[in-house]
């Protein structure tokens, strides 16, 4: 299936035509996912104890993963799923427009980012812990504090 959890995605057709929603889970076994706010069904739930009331819930029914496409992040059209090989990694990429669909490859480039942005300041505190050391110890205690 090119549909995974916490996409985006848009009903092409059915009931739910033209609906867009998080899917919530998926279930490749039977090609179904179930997508925020698609395909609400109403259960009755009778009461089983004492302290329960009988009662109707609504929650979503799955639904047959051909009946969506996944929405693109970049192009906001629905779009069949295209594949790439990015840094050796195979990433789902959007037919439409070519950008990457997966969350978390982008992810995966965000975290790599801030551990580059991260390296430098660590540097910043090796440096002020060795001057901390050097002055003395009520100027640093004043310093320790004045981080907190
Ligand atoms: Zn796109």
């Known amino acids: 299936m090119n549909v995974k959890i916490n996409d985006t995605v848009r009903v092409i057709t059915g009931k739910y035509k033209g609906k867009e929603g998080k899917v919530l889970t ?4 039977h090609n179904t996912v179930i997508v925020e706010g698609v395909n609400i069904v109403h259960k009755h739930e009778k009461a089983r104890r004492a302290n329960e009331t009988s009662k109707i819930v609504t929650e979503e029914a799955p639904i047959d993963v051909s009946n969506v496409e996944v929405v693109c992040d970049k192009c906001g059209k629905a779009t069949r799923v295209a594949h790439a090989v990015i840094d050796g990694k195979k990433v789902r990429v959007c037919k439409k427009c070519g950008a990457v669909l997966d969350k978390a490859y982008s992810k995966k480039a965000k975290a790599e980012a801030g551990t580059q ?4 300041k660590k540097r910043v505190r090796k440096r002020s812990a060795k001057t901390a050391e050097v002055e003395e110890t009520a100027e640093s205690t004043s310093a320790v504090t004045g981080e907190e």
């Open 26 to 29: 998926t279930s490749p076994k």
């Open 117 to 120: 942005e991260e390296a430098p």
